[in-house]
């Protein structure tokens, strides 16, 4: 098993920029492929980005691409979203989550490792 924290959340204008964090513990984190994902207040938990396992390959929902980054530094066990241009529609809790197998289809497939969230809020 893996777990996850994350943090970096917080109030940012919008034009801002924010970048979270994800702590990983448990088995090998270079291992698992991550990603983040968002829950706005009353929709749907959604997919944003994920990572492969080596950091050679990332995915963006076409909301975010342009915008955020995500990376990752095996050697730290951690995964960083970088956020720029932030809107109000970013607003969320963000999730980290993590996964064996491909990156490609975190979107559709659920990871099996979810951290507890931290709040962004973009005001206007």
């Known amino acids: 098993q893996v777990q996850l924290v994350e943090s970096g959340g917080g109030l940012v204008q919008a034009g801002g920029s924010l970048r979270l964090s994800c702590a990983a513990s448990?088995?090998?984190?270079?291992?698992?492929?991550m990603g983040w994902f968002r829950q706005a207040p009353g929709k749907e938990r959604e997919f944003v980005t994920a990572?492969?396992?080596?950091?050679?390959?990332?995915y963006y929902a076409d909301s975010v691409k342009g915008r955020f980054t995500i990376s990752r530094d095996n050697a730290k066990s951690t995964v960083y979203l970088q956020m720029n241009s932030l809107k109000p529609e970013d607003t969320a809790v963000y999730f980290c989550?993590?996964?064996?197998?491909?990156?490609?289809?975190?979107?559709?497939?659920?990871?099996?490792?979810w951290g507890q969230g931290t709040q962004v809020t973009v005001s206007s």
């Open positions: 989550a993590a996964r064996i197998g491909t990156a490609q289809t975190m979107g559709v497939i659920p990871p099996e490792y």
């Open positions: 448990g088995r090998t984190f270079s291992s698992y492929a």
């Open positions: 990572i492969s396992w080596g950091g050679s390959n990332s």
